[in-house]
Protein backbone atom coordinates (compact mmCIF):
# COMPACT_ATOMS: atom_id res chain seq x y z
CA UNK A 1 0.00 0.00 0.00
CA UNK A 2 1.46 3.59 -0.75
CA UNK A 3 2.09 6.13 1.27
CA UNK A 4 -1.14 8.37 0.59
CA UNK A 5 -3.43 5.28 0.71
CA UNK A 6 -2.00 3.95 4.00
CA UNK A 7 -2.53 7.52 5.53
CA UNK A 8 -6.03 7.69 4.35
CA UNK A 9 -6.86 3.72 5.52
CA UNK A 10 -5.29 4.61 8.81
CA UNK A 11 -7.30 8.15 9.24
CA UNK A 12 -10.30 6.17 8.20
CA UNK A 13 -10.11 3.25 10.67
CA UNK A 14 -9.04 6.22 13.75
CA UNK A 15 -12.19 7.86 12.55
CA UNK A 16 -14.20 5.15 13.25
CA UNK A 17 -12.67 4.44 16.42
CA UNK A 18 -12.93 7.95 17.74
CA UNK A 19 -15.71 9.33 16.11
CA UNK A 20 -18.56 8.45 18.07
CA UNK A 21 -16.44 8.91 21.17
CA UNK A 22 -15.67 12.47 20.23
CA UNK A 23 -19.45 13.09 19.22
CA UNK A 24 -20.51 11.66 22.66
CA UNK A 25 -18.66 14.05 24.71
CA UNK A 26 -20.27 16.68 22.77
CA UNK A 27 -23.42 15.26 23.70
CA UNK A 28 -23.01 14.69 26.70
CA UNK A 29 -22.69 18.41 27.36
CA UNK A 30 -26.65 18.55 27.48
CA UNK A 31 -26.48 16.08 30.71
CA UNK A 32 -23.75 18.01 31.87
CA UNK A 33 -25.46 21.32 31.81
CA UNK A 34 -28.91 19.39 33.12
CA UNK A 35 -27.34 18.13 36.18
CA UNK A 36 -24.44 20.15 37.02
CA UNK A 37 -24.46 23.80 37.49
CA UNK A 38 -21.84 26.31 36.04
CA UNK A 39 -19.80 26.48 38.92
CA UNK A 40 -19.13 23.12 39.71
CA UNK A 41 -19.04 22.67 36.05
CA UNK A 42 -15.88 24.76 36.28
CA UNK A 43 -14.82 22.85 39.06
CA UNK A 44 -14.97 19.69 36.52
CA UNK A 45 -13.10 21.39 33.77
CA UNK A 46 -9.97 22.12 35.89
CA UNK A 47 -10.08 18.82 37.69
CA UNK A 48 -9.90 17.55 33.36
CA UNK A 49 -7.23 19.93 32.67
CA UNK A 50 -5.31 19.14 35.58
CA UNK A 51 -5.13 15.75 34.89
CA UNK A 52 -4.00 16.63 31.24
CA UNK A 53 -1.18 18.32 33.03
CA UNK A 54 0.08 15.55 35.30
CA UNK A 55 0.07 12.63 33.30
CA UNK A 56 2.97 13.87 30.86
CA UNK A 57 4.86 14.64 33.89
CA UNK A 58 4.58 11.56 35.95
CA UNK A 59 4.48 9.15 32.78
CA UNK A 60 7.60 10.88 30.87
CA UNK A 61 5.54 11.67 28.06
CA UNK A 62 4.44 8.09 27.61
CA UNK A 63 2.53 8.85 24.55
CA UNK A 64 5.35 10.34 22.85
CA UNK A 65 8.48 7.77 23.18
CA UNK A 66 6.05 4.35 23.33
CA UNK A 67 4.97 5.47 19.88
CA UNK A 68 8.30 6.30 18.42
CA UNK A 69 10.12 3.54 19.58
CA UNK A 70 7.25 1.03 19.03
CA UNK A 71 6.91 1.71 15.68
CA UNK A 72 10.94 1.77 14.74
CA UNK A 73 11.41 -2.24 13.84
CA UNK A 74 15.23 -1.68 15.11
CA UNK A 75 14.03 -2.17 19.42
CA UNK A 76 12.42 -5.45 20.62
CA UNK A 77 8.81 -5.45 21.02
CA UNK A 78 8.69 -6.50 24.18
CA UNK A 79 11.95 -4.48 25.56
CA UNK A 80 9.76 -1.75 24.63
CA UNK A 81 6.72 -2.36 26.40
CA UNK A 82 8.32 -3.50 29.14
CA UNK A 83 10.59 -0.62 29.78
CA UNK A 84 7.25 1.44 29.03
CA UNK A 85 5.16 -0.23 31.55
CA UNK A 86 7.68 -0.09 34.01
CA UNK A 87 8.44 3.86 33.43
CA UNK A 88 4.33 4.42 33.91
CA UNK A 89 4.04 1.84 37.11
CA UNK A 90 6.71 3.92 38.63
CA UNK A 91 4.61 7.48 37.35
CA UNK A 92 1.45 6.13 38.99
CA UNK A 93 2.55 4.98 42.44
CA UNK A 94 4.55 8.62 42.39
CA UNK A 95 0.76 10.15 41.36
CA UNK A 96 -1.15 8.65 44.26
CA UNK A 97 1.64 10.06 46.75
CA UNK A 98 2.21 13.32 45.30
CA UNK A 99 -1.44 14.93 44.22
CA UNK A 100 -2.98 14.49 47.51
CA UNK A 101 -0.88 17.21 48.33
CA UNK A 102 -1.52 19.42 45.69
CA UNK A 103 -4.56 20.89 47.21
CA UNK A 104 -2.88 23.01 49.58
CA UNK A 105 -1.46 25.46 46.75
CA UNK A 106 -4.20 28.33 46.66
CA UNK A 107 -5.10 27.96 42.90
CA UNK A 108 -5.11 24.61 42.86
CA UNK A 109 -7.75 24.45 46.01
CA UNK A 110 -10.76 23.15 43.48
CA UNK A 111 -8.97 19.60 43.97
CA UNK A 112 -9.49 19.41 47.11
CA UNK A 113 -12.47 16.76 47.94
CA UNK A 114 -11.51 15.44 44.86
CA UNK A 115 -7.68 14.55 45.23
CA UNK A 116 -7.87 10.85 45.44
CA UNK A 117 -10.34 10.84 42.29
CA UNK A 118 -7.88 12.98 40.58
CA UNK A 119 -5.06 10.64 41.61
CA UNK A 120 -7.19 7.49 40.33
CA UNK A 121 -8.29 9.43 37.45
CA UNK A 122 -4.49 10.48 36.36
CA UNK A 123 -3.38 6.50 36.85
CA UNK A 124 -6.10 4.98 34.97
CA UNK A 125 -5.71 7.15 32.36
CA UNK A 126 -2.10 6.29 31.75
CA UNK A 127 -2.93 2.81 32.13
CA UNK A 128 -5.24 3.24 29.13
CA UNK A 129 -2.75 5.15 26.94
CA UNK A 130 -0.33 2.39 27.71
CA UNK A 131 -1.85 -0.37 26.36
CA UNK A 132 -3.50 1.39 23.44
CA UNK A 133 -0.57 3.22 21.84
CA UNK A 134 1.42 0.06 21.96
CA UNK A 135 -1.56 -1.53 20.23
CA UNK A 136 -0.94 0.79 17.56
CA UNK A 137 2.79 0.99 17.49
CA UNK A 138 1.71 -2.48 16.66
CA UNK A 139 -0.16 -1.48 13.97
CA UNK A 140 -3.02 -3.19 14.85
CA UNK A 141 -5.21 -0.20 14.36
CA UNK A 142 -8.84 -1.97 13.86
CA UNK A 143 -8.12 -3.03 17.09
CA UNK A 144 -7.26 0.34 18.47
CA UNK A 145 -10.45 1.20 16.84
CA UNK A 146 -12.75 -1.24 18.03
CA UNK A 147 -11.55 -0.19 21.70
CA UNK A 148 -12.61 3.24 20.71
CA UNK A 149 -16.20 2.17 20.02
CA UNK A 150 -16.09 0.17 23.22
CA UNK A 151 -15.13 3.08 25.27
CA UNK A 152 -17.59 4.74 23.65
CA UNK A 153 -20.49 2.94 25.10
CA UNK A 154 -19.24 2.64 28.71
CA UNK A 155 -18.64 6.27 29.29
CA UNK A 156 -21.97 6.57 28.21
CA UNK A 157 -23.70 3.97 30.25
CA UNK A 158 -21.52 4.91 33.29
CA UNK A 159 -22.25 8.54 32.76
CA UNK A 160 -25.80 8.03 32.89
CA UNK A 161 -25.79 5.60 36.18
CA UNK A 162 -23.41 8.44 38.32
CA UNK A 163 -24.76 11.88 36.90
CA UNK A 164 -28.18 11.41 35.79
CA UNK A 165 -28.93 8.11 38.18
CA UNK A 166 -26.79 8.87 41.18
CA UNK A 167 -27.08 12.47 41.26
CA UNK A 168 -23.16 12.81 41.84
CA UNK A 169 -22.02 15.76 40.02
CA UNK A 170 -18.39 16.51 39.61
CA UNK A 171 -17.59 12.87 41.01
CA UNK A 172 -20.28 11.25 39.15
CA UNK A 173 -18.06 12.82 36.03
CA UNK A 174 -14.96 11.76 37.12
CA UNK A 175 -16.24 8.45 38.20
CA UNK A 176 -17.84 7.57 34.71
CA UNK A 177 -14.09 8.59 32.78
CA UNK A 178 -12.01 6.18 35.58
CA UNK A 179 -14.00 3.24 34.98
CA UNK A 180 -13.99 3.58 30.96
CA UNK A 181 -10.41 4.25 30.75
CA UNK A 182 -9.94 0.92 33.13
CA UNK A 183 -12.21 -1.27 31.36
CA UNK A 184 -10.66 -0.15 27.98
CA UNK A 185 -7.17 -1.19 29.09
CA UNK A 186 -8.23 -4.33 30.35
CA UNK A 187 -9.77 -5.29 27.19
CA UNK A 188 -6.49 -3.86 25.19
CA UNK A 189 -4.38 -6.24 27.26
CA UNK A 190 -6.33 -9.09 26.64
CA UNK A 191 -7.33 -8.51 23.35
CA UNK A 192 -4.46 -8.34 22.40
CA UNK A 193 -2.41 -10.50 24.33
CA UNK A 194 -0.08 -7.97 25.72
CA UNK A 195 0.86 -10.35 28.57
CA UNK A 196 3.24 -12.17 26.10
CA UNK A 197 5.31 -8.78 25.51
CA UNK A 198 5.75 -8.01 29.69
CA UNK A 199 8.41 -9.16 32.09
CA UNK A 200 10.33 -7.46 34.00
CA UNK A 201 13.33 -9.79 32.52
CA UNK A 202 12.53 -7.73 29.64
CA UNK A 203 13.04 -4.02 31.08
CA UNK A 204 16.02 -2.39 29.46
CA UNK A 205 17.85 0.41 31.26
CA UNK A 206 19.86 1.38 28.02
CA UNK A 207 16.63 1.96 26.07
CA UNK A 208 14.92 3.33 29.36
CA UNK A 209 17.57 6.09 28.97
CA UNK A 210 16.86 6.36 24.96
CA UNK A 211 13.39 6.79 25.68
CA UNK A 212 14.44 9.85 28.31
CA UNK A 213 16.68 11.23 26.21
CA UNK A 214 13.85 11.27 23.62
CA UNK A 215 11.13 13.04 25.55
CA UNK A 216 12.42 14.54 28.14
CA UNK A 217 12.28 17.50 25.49
CA UNK A 218 8.88 16.93 25.14
CA UNK A 219 7.28 16.42 28.46
CA UNK A 220 7.80 20.73 29.58
CA UNK A 221 6.52 20.59 25.83
CA UNK A 222 3.39 18.64 26.56
CA UNK A 223 3.07 20.84 30.42
CA UNK A 224 3.30 23.91 28.32
CA UNK A 225 0.78 22.99 26.57
CA UNK A 226 -1.37 22.08 29.41
CA UNK A 227 -0.50 25.18 31.34
CA UNK A 228 -1.68 27.28 28.44
CA UNK A 229 -5.65 24.99 28.59
CA UNK A 230 -5.25 25.42 32.40
CA UNK A 231 -4.30 28.93 32.91
CA UNK A 232 -7.31 30.33 31.11
CA UNK A 233 -9.79 28.76 33.55
CA UNK A 234 -7.40 29.26 36.63
CA UNK A 235 -7.30 33.37 35.41
CA UNK A 236 -10.93 33.43 34.78
CA UNK A 237 -11.45 31.71 38.57
CA UNK A 238 -9.33 33.34 40.73
CA UNK A 239 -9.26 37.13 39.08
CA UNK A 240 -11.20 39.93 40.20
CA UNK A 241 -12.40 42.60 38.20
CA UNK A 242 -14.58 45.27 38.10
CA UNK A 243 -15.73 45.51 34.61
CA UNK A 244 -16.75 42.07 33.99
CA UNK A 245 -17.88 38.21 35.92
CA UNK A 246 -15.70 36.25 36.86
CA UNK A 247 -15.47 32.85 39.24
CA UNK A 248 -16.27 29.44 38.79
CA UNK A 249 -19.15 30.24 36.94
CA UNK A 250 -17.35 31.76 34.25
CA UNK A 251 -14.95 29.31 34.06
CA UNK A 252 -17.93 26.73 33.58
CA UNK A 253 -19.46 28.73 30.69
CA UNK A 254 -16.16 28.91 28.89
CA UNK A 255 -15.59 24.90 29.03
CA UNK A 256 -18.66 24.84 27.11
CA UNK A 257 -18.18 27.34 25.05
CA UNK A 258 -14.55 24.39 24.27
CA UNK A 259 -17.43 21.95 23.40
CA UNK A 260 -18.06 22.93 19.68
CA UNK A 261 -14.42 23.77 18.99
CA UNK A 262 -13.66 19.86 20.19
CA UNK A 263 -15.20 18.77 16.86
CA UNK A 264 -11.69 20.84 15.30
CA UNK A 265 -9.94 19.02 17.88
CA UNK A 266 -11.28 15.50 17.39
CA UNK A 267 -10.50 15.98 13.11
CA UNK A 268 -6.98 16.98 14.03
CA UNK A 269 -6.70 13.99 16.78
CA UNK A 270 -8.09 11.12 14.79
CA UNK A 271 -5.52 12.34 11.65
CA UNK A 272 -3.04 12.54 13.66
CA UNK A 273 -2.80 9.40 14.92
CA UNK A 274 -2.37 8.15 11.30
CA UNK A 275 0.05 10.95 10.35
CA UNK A 276 2.36 10.74 12.92
CA UNK A 277 2.37 6.79 12.36
CA UNK A 278 2.99 7.98 8.99
CA UNK A 279 5.91 11.13 9.97
CA UNK A 280 7.87 8.58 11.96
CA UNK A 281 7.86 5.97 8.70
CA UNK A 282 8.64 8.38 5.74
CA UNK A 283 10.96 10.05 7.53
CA UNK A 284 14.09 8.91 5.04
CA UNK A 285 11.85 8.40 1.81
CA UNK A 286 13.34 10.05 -0.84
CA UNK A 287 10.00 12.71 -1.51
CA UNK A 288 9.32 12.91 1.93
CA UNK A 289 9.04 16.82 1.55
CA UNK A 290 6.31 16.58 -1.37
CA UNK A 291 4.48 14.30 0.85
CA UNK A 292 4.46 17.07 3.20
CA UNK A 293 3.67 19.40 1.40
CA UNK A 294 0.23 17.61 0.03
CA UNK A 295 -0.73 16.52 3.05
CA UNK A 296 -0.42 19.57 4.66
CA UNK A 297 -2.13 21.39 2.20
CA UNK A 298 -4.90 19.11 2.36
CA UNK A 299 -5.12 19.00 5.88
CA UNK A 300 -5.22 23.37 6.10
CA UNK A 301 -7.98 23.52 3.60
CA UNK A 302 -10.27 21.01 5.40
CA UNK A 303 -9.48 22.47 9.08
CA UNK A 304 -10.43 26.13 7.90
CA UNK A 305 -13.53 24.53 5.81
CA UNK A 306 -14.57 22.58 8.87
CA UNK A 307 -13.93 25.80 10.92
CA UNK A 308 -16.06 28.42 9.12
CA UNK A 309 -18.89 25.31 8.85
CA UNK A 310 -19.09 24.87 12.49
CA UNK A 311 -18.91 28.90 13.35
CA UNK A 312 -21.78 29.40 10.84
CA UNK A 313 -23.89 26.54 12.64
CA UNK A 314 -22.34 27.59 16.67
CA UNK A 315 -25.40 28.51 17.87
CA UNK A 316 -28.00 26.50 16.39
CA UNK A 317 -25.65 23.98 17.57
CA UNK A 318 -25.00 25.38 20.98
CA UNK A 319 -28.94 25.81 21.75
CA UNK A 320 -29.34 22.06 20.34
CA UNK A 321 -26.56 20.45 23.05
CA UNK A 322 -26.81 23.08 25.72
CA UNK A 323 -29.50 22.93 28.12
CA UNK A 324 -30.39 26.33 30.20
CA UNK A 325 -33.48 25.14 31.59
CA UNK A 326 -31.81 24.40 35.22
CA UNK A 327 -28.95 27.05 35.04
CA UNK A 328 -29.56 29.74 32.29
CA UNK A 329 -26.20 30.88 32.20
CA UNK A 330 -25.17 28.27 29.54
CA UNK A 331 -27.17 29.81 27.03
CA UNK A 332 -24.44 32.52 26.56
CA UNK A 333 -22.08 29.99 25.87
CA UNK A 334 -22.24 30.25 22.00
CA UNK A 335 -21.01 34.17 21.79
CA UNK A 336 -17.40 32.39 23.26
CA UNK A 337 -17.16 29.47 20.49
CA UNK A 338 -16.02 31.18 17.58
CA UNK A 339 -12.86 32.20 18.40
CA UNK A 340 -12.13 29.18 19.89
CA UNK A 341 -12.79 27.04 16.91
CA UNK A 342 -10.04 29.36 15.17
CA UNK A 343 -7.87 28.40 18.12
CA UNK A 344 -8.70 24.45 17.40
CA UNK A 345 -7.52 25.21 13.76
CA UNK A 346 -3.98 26.46 14.96
CA UNK A 347 -3.59 24.14 17.66
CA UNK A 348 -4.06 21.24 14.83
CA UNK A 349 -1.78 22.64 12.97
CA UNK A 350 0.70 23.29 15.71
CA UNK A 351 0.31 19.27 16.58
CA UNK A 352 1.40 18.84 12.43
CA UNK A 353 4.23 20.54 12.44
CA UNK A 354 5.07 19.51 16.10
CA UNK A 355 5.20 15.89 14.06
CA UNK A 356 8.17 16.86 12.09
CA UNK A 357 10.16 17.34 15.17
CA UNK A 358 9.25 14.30 16.67
CA UNK A 359 9.28 12.09 13.51
CA UNK A 360 13.12 14.11 12.64
CA UNK A 361 13.99 13.78 16.43
CA UNK A 362 14.41 17.61 16.92
CA UNK A 363 12.01 17.55 19.93
CA UNK A 364 14.20 20.86 21.80
CA UNK A 365 12.25 22.30 19.06
CA UNK A 366 9.15 21.56 20.04
CA UNK A 367 10.19 22.92 23.75
CA UNK A 368 10.99 26.49 22.14
CA UNK A 369 8.26 26.56 20.02
CA UNK A 370 5.49 25.87 23.04
CA UNK A 371 7.43 27.98 25.17
CA UNK A 372 6.34 31.18 22.71
CA UNK A 373 2.33 30.14 23.05
CA UNK A 374 2.78 29.41 26.84
CA UNK A 375 4.80 32.93 27.92
CA UNK A 376 2.01 34.77 25.56
CA UNK A 377 -1.04 33.31 26.88
CA UNK A 378 0.05 33.91 30.34
CA UNK A 379 0.28 37.63 29.54
CA UNK A 380 -2.40 38.05 27.66
CA UNK A 381 -4.46 36.27 30.00
CA UNK A 382 -3.41 38.46 32.76
CA UNK A 383 -4.21 41.71 30.91
CA UNK A 384 -7.22 41.27 28.90
CA UNK A 385 -9.42 38.44 31.45
CA UNK A 386 -9.97 41.65 33.81
CA UNK A 387 -11.09 44.00 30.83
CA UNK A 388 -13.39 41.79 28.85
CA UNK A 389 -14.04 38.39 30.63
CA UNK A 390 -14.24 35.08 29.15
CA UNK A 391 -13.58 37.03 25.57
CA UNK A 392 -10.47 37.72 27.27
CA UNK A 393 -9.36 34.12 27.61
CA UNK A 394 -10.80 33.08 24.12
CA UNK A 395 -8.65 35.62 22.32
CA UNK A 396 -5.50 34.77 24.24
CA UNK A 397 -5.80 31.53 23.51
CA UNK A 398 -5.87 32.32 19.83
CA UNK A 399 -3.20 34.68 19.68
CA UNK A 400 -0.97 32.22 21.77
CA UNK A 401 -1.30 29.75 19.29
CA UNK A 402 -0.98 31.78 15.98
CA UNK A 403 2.15 32.64 17.36
CA UNK A 404 3.33 28.93 18.24
CA UNK A 405 2.19 28.75 14.40
CA UNK A 406 4.49 31.27 12.90
CA UNK A 407 7.29 30.00 14.87
CA UNK A 408 6.73 26.23 13.90
CA UNK A 409 5.83 26.95 10.43
CA UNK A 410 9.27 29.01 9.88
CA UNK A 411 11.16 26.78 11.94
CA UNK A 412 9.64 23.06 11.42
CA UNK A 413 10.70 23.70 7.47
CA UNK A 414 14.25 24.34 7.78
CA UNK A 415 13.68 20.42 8.84
CA UNK A 416 11.19 19.41 6.22
CA UNK A 417 11.22 22.04 3.38
CA UNK A 418 8.07 21.82 2.01
CA UNK A 419 5.70 24.50 0.18
CA UNK A 420 3.52 26.31 2.51
CA UNK A 421 1.22 29.31 1.33
CA UNK A 422 1.07 32.03 3.20
CA UNK A 423 -1.50 34.16 1.86
CA UNK A 424 -3.51 31.52 1.70
CA UNK A 425 -3.27 31.35 4.76
CA UNK A 426 -3.62 34.72 5.56
CA UNK A 427 -7.02 35.15 3.82
CA UNK A 428 -8.58 31.90 5.34
CA UNK A 429 -7.43 33.64 9.23
CA UNK A 430 -9.30 36.71 7.86
CA UNK A 431 -12.43 35.20 6.68
CA UNK A 432 -12.82 33.27 9.81
CA UNK A 433 -12.16 36.81 12.01
CA UNK A 434 -14.85 37.79 10.17
CA UNK A 435 -17.35 35.19 10.62
CA UNK A 436 -16.54 35.19 14.63
CA UNK A 437 -17.30 38.84 14.64
CA UNK A 438 -20.59 38.52 13.01
CA UNK A 439 -21.52 35.97 15.52
CA UNK A 440 -20.65 38.07 18.21
CA UNK A 441 -22.03 40.97 17.02
CA UNK A 442 -25.42 39.62 15.38
CA UNK A 443 -25.99 42.47 12.92
CA UNK A 444 -29.34 42.11 10.86
CA UNK A 445 -29.43 38.79 8.67
CA UNK A 446 -26.37 37.56 10.44
CA UNK A 447 -27.14 34.55 9.14
CA UNK A 448 -27.07 34.93 6.01
CA UNK A 449 -23.48 36.72 6.00
CA UNK A 450 -22.12 33.56 7.43
CA UNK A 451 -23.58 31.31 4.82
CA UNK A 452 -22.28 33.36 2.28
CA UNK A 453 -18.79 33.72 3.76
CA UNK A 454 -18.79 29.74 4.66
CA UNK A 455 -19.10 29.47 1.02
CA UNK A 456 -16.31 31.59 0.10
CA UNK A 457 -14.14 29.57 2.03
CA UNK A 458 -15.52 26.32 0.94
CA UNK A 459 -14.33 27.10 -2.73
CA UNK A 460 -11.37 28.90 -1.54
CA UNK A 461 -10.35 25.99 -0.06
CA UNK A 462 -11.37 23.04 -2.43
CA UNK A 463 -9.14 22.83 -4.85
CA UNK A 464 -5.90 21.98 -2.96
CA UNK A 465 -7.82 19.71 -0.69
CA UNK A 466 -9.23 17.73 -3.77
CA UNK A 467 -5.71 17.46 -5.51
CA UNK A 468 -4.75 14.93 -2.58
CA UNK A 469 -7.54 13.85 -2.74
CA UNK A 470 -7.17 12.56 -6.12
CA UNK A 471 -3.62 11.39 -5.38
CA UNK A 472 -5.10 9.02 -3.06
CA UNK A 473 -7.59 7.50 -5.63
CA UNK A 474 -5.09 7.67 -8.52
CA UNK A 475 -3.00 5.36 -6.67
Partial sequence: MNKYKKLASNTLIFAIGNFGSKILVIF?????????SPEDMGTKENLDTMALFLQPIFTLALQEYLIRFGLDNSYDKKQVFSTSACLTFAGMIAV??????????SFLDFITGYSLMLAIYTC???????CAQF?????????????????TFTLLIFSFIFIAGFKMGVKGALLSV???????????????????FFGIRHFSIKLA??????????????????????????????????KVELGKSATGIYGVANKIPNLISMVSTIFFQAWNMSAINENKSADRNKFYERVYSAYESMLFIAAAGLIMISKPVTDFIVSDKNYGGYSIAYIYTPVLIMAAVFTALNQFLGGIYSATKHTQNSFWTSLVACVANLILNY???????IHGAAIATLMSYYLCFWARIIDARYYVPFKFEALRSFVNTGLLIVMSIIVIKAPPVWGLWLVVIFAAVTVYNFKPMMATVKKVLNR
Avoid at 383 to 389: A, D, K, L, R, S
Fill in 28 to 36: LTTLYTNFI
Fill in 96 to 105: ILIVPGLRFI
Fill in 124 to 130: TSALRML
Fill in 135 to 151: VRSRDMVKLYAVDGIIA
Fill in 178 to 196: ICSDLLSAVFLYYAASLSS
Fill in 209 to 242: GKMMKFALPLIPTIVMWTITSLSDRIFLTYMHSD
Fill in 383 to 389: VMIPVIG
